[in-house]
């Protein structure tokens, strides 16, 4: 198959490997890897220009504090919600729906 072909493929889920499959030899991909690092550089240099230093860190950490602590001691109060956990192979669909929206191009997502 030609590169062009392979970029042009669409996924099935039957054909799909499975997550950490997939993603392992993308992460050891040096050059993908130095590529990301420069892209969260670049956007945290941007930040810093664009979002001056806050000077009332001591206050918000103040704030957070109470609020956590006024939380920690009221835990009886709250209900508790289970909220349910996508399975791996549930995870994994939902991606590959995404992406193959994605991939249609007259998706709407």
Request: aromatic fraction near 6%; charged fraction near 25%; proline fraction near 7%.
């Amino acid at each position: 198959m030609t590169r062009a072909a392979q970029e042009h493929v669409i996924l099935d889920l039957r054909f799909a490997p499975l997550f950490l499959k997939a993603v392992l030899p993308v992460l050891r991909n040096p050059q993908l890897r130095k590529n990301v690092a420069h892209a969260i550089d670049v956007i945290q240099a941007k930040r810093a220009w664009l979002v001056p230093e806050k000077t009332d860190w001591q206050e918000l950490r103040a704030a957070a504090a109470a609020i956590r602590t006024y939380a920690l001691e009221n835990l009886g109060a709250y209900p508790i919600r289970k909220e349910s956990q996508p399975q791996p192979e549930q995870a994994r669909r939902r991606i590959l729906d995404c992406a193959m929206r994605q991939a249609q191009p007259d998706s709407r997502i």
